[in-house]
């Protein structure tokens, strides 16, 4: 597949590896010297200089013969120009666009984005993508990740193994005699910063970070069984004022109607604005979310979270440790730079925000190929988790999972069959129609791919 990537800054930059490390052709085009430099020098793709809504700069890119074109430059006018141009004179089939200002997305506009107008196929707005992953882990206290798939039938639920965790030292193959009522499949871990793939007799140690598909009944189970019986947050303190922070606290306050919000956010003209936007029954204060006064004056000692949404990852990490050492039991922490991530856990955060990963996730949706039907990333390059649909002509049909060739990184979580929860076992029989979620290291993604490509006789 031949995609072209306008904006080689973070996103960019991920969407980029992923993809070429699947031998896709990408070319990526920015207006940074250093960033087109970075990027060619470090990824197997081609870099452009220039202007990713000039048409001389996508025919340079080779936009007559692209697949895809995905743009993700920090202008919205430069992404939504960029996906008429490779439209209107270069016929590219999908166009994916990343669009910030709320203004565009409003629902009276929802007409906008069309081929008659402007043609984009798929619209990101990655500050609602962050806050609706921020309220998912909001319902599961405990976990630092939490997934819907499968009509929101199954989750899948990143948790920690902590030093009195019920199941560490635990041969895999014995969970299910332990709790055999429980639907739970372990897809992967992460130990040291390493990716590993476990099998029956493979244990989890403290320190672990476990990845499991779960029925979604079930969810709360699953918690108690790895030793997290947390209280469901009623209590938030969100720091920061900006769009995703906003976008949270309405979040919260349309769907959790029993939970109250308070919000800090350090620019006056910000904080009125955020205050009008908001029922009268969240607060919003003005200050500086480092402020011991104004942390008190939030009252983050009895709130059951705190979530650090500013613009700055060091005030977000400072202001989540202040908030833990004032009582707070847990911290959710939005974190732009990779580097941090490996640090935070280990000074007490709890759940780290990435909205590189969302965003990637999101677009990896729409460059998947067979009957995919969702996408997420999961950590950085440790693997995805798809949700694909195996129609009638797909190989794996017929065939029990124990017959089916899959590498040790690939693992099927569960089935949805007849819109049912299926928990798959090695007998387990795959049938058309079949809706399978499955994690697959990063490696293997196209391997899954094919599992799921439907052949030219069912047409």
Known sequence: ???????????????????????????????????????????????????????????????????????????????????????????VPTKIARIRSQTYLQPEWASLFGREKLPIDVVISPEMEVARAVARRLQAPGAFDMIPFADDKVKILGLRCSED?????????????????????ILGMIRNDKPVYPKGDDQMLAGDLVYLAVS?????????????EDPEARRIVIFGGGNIALFLAEEINKNFPGVTTRLVEADAERARYVAQKLPKKSVVLHGDVLDPELLEEANVGNAEAVVALTNDDETNILASLL???????????????????????????????????????????????GRIRAVHSLSEGFG??????????????????????????????????????????????????DRIVVFAGSEQIKKVEKMFAVRLEYF
Request: glycine share 6%; aromatic share 4%.
């Open 1 to 91: 597949m031949k995609v072209i990537i306008c904006g080689a800054g973070q996103v960019g930059f991920h969407i980029a590896k992923y993809l070429s490390a699947e031998n896709n052709d990408v070319t990526v085009i920015d207006q940074s010297e250093e960033l087109v430099r970075k990027i060619s020098d470090t990824l197997e793709v081609k870099g452009i200089i220039g202007f990713g809504s000039h048409p001389d700069i996508l025919q340079q890119a080779g936009a007559e013969e692209a697949d895809m074109l995905i743009a993700v430059t920090f202008a919205d006018e430069v992404n939504m120009t960029a996906c008429q141009v490779a439209h209107s004179l270069f016929n």
């Open 165 to 185: 965790c019920p199941v560490i030292n635990t041969p895999l193959r014995q969970l299910h005699q332990l709790f055999p009522d429980l639907n739970i499949s």
């Open 216 to 228: 979604s009944d079930q969810v709360d189970r699953a918690m108690s069984a790895f030793g997290h």
């Open 323 to 369: 908030a833990k050492r004032y009582g707070c039991p847990r911290a959710l922490t939005l974190i732009n730079k990779s580097t941090y991530n490996s640090l935070v856990s280990e000074l007490g955060v709890d759940v780290v925000i990435s909205p590189r990963m969302t965003t990637v996730s999101t677009i990896l949706h729409h460059v998947r190929r």
């Open 384 to 433: 995805e988790v798809l949700e694909a649909e195996a129609l009638e002509t797909a190989p794996i049909v017929g065939k029990a999972i124990k017959d089916i060739a899959m590498p040790a990184s690939v693992v099927f979580g569960a089935i949805l069959r007849n819109g049912e929860v299926v928990m798959p076992r090695a007998n387990t029989v795959i049938e058309a129609n």
